[in-house]
């Protein structure tokens, strides 16, 4: 099956610092990856859509210039979570679309990071 | 905004047990998936029902769809400890392919 790869799995670091976080979709190309954050027991709050080769649409409410994503290729779209404060620890997940042409499919998801910002 | 809802919040069962849980939603839809996510980890997809599906079966879930009333519901049989997880349900709205989640409900089986 489809299987997306997202790296690194947790990352503990000091106020300030930029984290980037990669989605690696590894046996299908995915045109549009998705990334999502999750609060302890809460659901996924969808942040933006990547389109490979555009720029990023962002939800309502997301800074764009404090999450930067960057979808250089087909199988590669990466977060960045500039200058982070405590405020940006949570769960963040991406998944990639593999739906082809008009066939609608299940979106396929990578197994988290951990942020947690000191 | 999410706008799925999702009920119960949460469920105990002994294993064996049948377990449901259920999912309304506001607006057309282009399908609707149900997904599974155990503690601390990504989620995993279980079944994508269409609109024009009424129901649907994988090994020992079963999902309806009842487009009439905005609602979908999730059947595991049989359950095991293996299936506690926390479940969501997902719509694909007519207007794109983003997916909005319902808040969950987070199922412990006890063996």
């Known amino acids: 099956g489809a299987v997306v790869s997202q790296h690194p799995s947790r990352v503990i670091c000091k106020s300030g610092t930029s984290v980037k976080i990669e989605c690696r979709s590894l046996d299908f190309q995915a045109t549009t990856m998705f990334w999502y954050r999750q609060f302890p027991k809460q659901s996924l709050m969808l942040m933006a859509t990547s389109n490979e080769g555009s720029k990023a649409t962002y939800e309502q409410g997301v800074e764009k210039d404090k999450f930067l994503i960057n979808h250089a290729s087909l199988t590669l779209s990466t977060l960045t979570v500039t200058s982070a404060h405590p405020e940006d620890s949570s769960f963040y997940i991406c998944?990639?679309?593999?739906?082809?042409?008009?066939?609608?499919?299940?979106?396929?998801f990578g197994d988290g990071t951990r942020l947690s910002i000191l | 905004s999410q706008q799925g809802e999702e009920d119960p919040q949460a469920l105990s069962i002994q294993e064996g047990e049948n377990a449901t849980m259920n999912c309304s939603y506001k607006?057309?839809?282009?399908?609707l998936q149900w997904y599974r996510q155990n503690s601390g980890r990504g989620l995993v997809h279980l079944i994508l029902i269409r609109s024009n599906e009424r129901e649907k079966h994988s090994g020992r879930l079963r999902v309806t769809l009842d487009t009439s009333k905005k609602s979908s519901s999730l059947l595991i049989t049989a359950s095991r400890a293996a299936d506690t997880a926390s479940y969501f349900c997902?719509?694909?709205?007519?207007?794109?392919?983003?997916?909005?989640f319902g808040e969950g409900t987070q199922l412990t089986v006890n063996p």
């Open positions: 607006t057309s839809i282009n399908n």
């Open positions: 997902a719509t694909e709205e007519t207007s794109g392919s983003r997916l909005t």
């Open positions: 998944s990639a679309d593999s739906s082809f042409r008009s066939v609608r499919g299940p979106q396929h």
